[in-house]
C-alpha cells in the first residue's frame, strides 16, 4: 500500500511499530456513549474489516466501551488479525451501572483490566495499553507513578508489548518517562483545542507518537465560518479538514477519527490524500484563538 495514501507512517522511537497514520478508533462500535450493543452489529462488522481492507493497521480501543462489546466486535471481524495490525487499548476507567466512567487505578482494577483485553480481543499479549488517568475535564496532574508501576510490572511479565499514557499533563508525561518506556500520549486535541501545542512538538523532537482524541470536536462537532470557508475552498468536507490539518501539524500525531458507518470510514480515510495550502492552514489557525474555551474543549464524556 502506498505511504502517500495513508498520510504517511510513523514508527515512535526505539519500536518496530510501522504505523500508518490514519487509524480507526472503536468507541462508536457500540451503542450510543459507548453503552451497550450497537444497533446494527453486521454494520459495525463491516466497518472494522473494512477498515483493514483500506489499509488502516492501527485501532484504538477499550474494554470499557460497551463495556467489553468494542473489543469483542473487533475479535469476531478480525481475528485471527492481520500481522501488521497494531491494537491499541486504554485502561484506568470502567463502567458504571449509571453509564459513568469512574476512574479504576487500583493494581487490583488495572490487572483485571489487562487480563480482559486480552480475554475479549483473543491474544496473549497487548501490542499497547495506554494508561488512562485524569477525568472528563482534563488531565488532573496528580502522580501517576504506583498506577503506571502496575502496567509496568504487567509489560515485565510478557502481558503487554508497549505503554502509553492518556490524559495526561506535561509534569506526569515526565513523570511517565521515569518508570517506563513510553511510546505515545493520547490527549484531546483539535483544531480549536491546543493546550498541548508544545508537548505536541516535544514529542516529534523524542519520537513519541500523539494521538489526539476529539480530533473533529467530540461529541459537539467543530463548527467555524473559518473552518466552513476553508472547506468549500479544497472541496473537502469541514470534518476532512479538520483531520487533514492534524496529518499536517506534526508527523508523528496519527488519527483515530472513529465511524459505525463505512462511508464515512470513507471520507475519514481519504483525508490522508487532503493536502491543505498554506494560507489555508493559517487561517485555520486562527480558529484557536478564537474558540472559547469551555466550547472548544468539553468532552461529553470521558475517553
Not at 26 to 49: F, I, K
Not at 82 to 95: D, F, N, Q, S
Not at 182 to 205: G, M, P, T, W
Request: charged content about 20%; glycine content about 8%; some cysteine.
Amino acid at each position: 500500500m502506498a505511504q502517500s495514501v495513508l498520510g504517511g507512517v510513523f514508527t515512535p522511537a526505539g519500536t518496530s511499530l510501522a504505523l500508518n497514520r490514519v487509524g480507526y478508533g472503536a468507541m462508536q462500535l457500540t451503542g450510543q456513549m459507548a453503552w451497550g450493543p450497537p444497533r446494527d452489529r453486521e454494520a459495525s462488522l463491516a466497518v472494522v474489516r473494512e477498515a483493514v481492507r483500506l489499509g488502516i493497521n492501527h485501532i484504538d480501543t477499550s474494554d470499557y466501551y460497551g463495556p467489553h462489546i468494542a473489543n469483542e466486535i473487533i475479535r469476531e471481524a478480525l481475528h485471527p488479525y492481520p500481522k501488521e495490525l497494531v491494537i491499541a487499548t486504554k485502561v484506568g476507567a470502567r463502567r458504571g451501572p449509571d453509564k459513568s466512567w469512574p476512574a479504576a487505578l487500583s493494581k487490583k482494577e488495572l490487572t483485571d483490566a489487562v487480563h480482559d483485553n486480552l480475554s475479549n480481543l483473543g491474544l496473549d499479549a497487548l501490542d499497547v495499553v495506554n494508561l488512562r488517568v485524569g477525568n472528563s475535564f482534563g488531565p488532573s496532574d496528580e502522580s501517576i507513578a504506583k498506577p503506571l508501576s502496575v502496567l509496568a510490572d504487567l509489560q515485565a511479565k510478557g502481558l503487554i508489548k508497549h505503554i502509553g499514557l492518556s490524559n495526561v499533563s506535561r509534569r506526569q508525561f515526565a513523570e511517565g518517562r521515569a518508570i517506563a518506556k513510553i511510546v505515545c500520549v493520547q490527549n484531546h486535541y483539535n483544531l480549536a483545542f491546543r493546550k498541548d501545542d508544545a508537548l505536541i512538538d516535544e514529542l516529534s523532537k523524542q519520537g513519541i507518537a500523539f494521538v489526539p482524541f476529539f480530533p473533529v470536536g467530540g461529541f459537539r462537532p467543530l463548527r467555524s465560518p473559518i473552518l466552513d470557508q476553508a472547506a468549500a475552498s479544497v472541496g473537502a468536507t469541514t470534518r476532512q479538514v479538520a483531520l487533514a490539518w492534524l496529518l499536517q501539524r506534526s508527523p508523528n500525531i496519527l488519527i483515530i477519527a472513529g465511524t459505525s458507518s463505512v462511508a464515512h470510514l470513507h471520507e475519514n480515510f481519504q483525508t490522508a490524500a487532503l493536502k491543505l495550502p498554506v494560507e489555508t492552514v493559517a487561517q485555520l489557525n486562527e480558529i484557536a484563538a478564537s474558540a472559547p474555551e469551555k466550547r472548544a474543549g468539553e468532552p461529553s464524556i470521558s475517553r
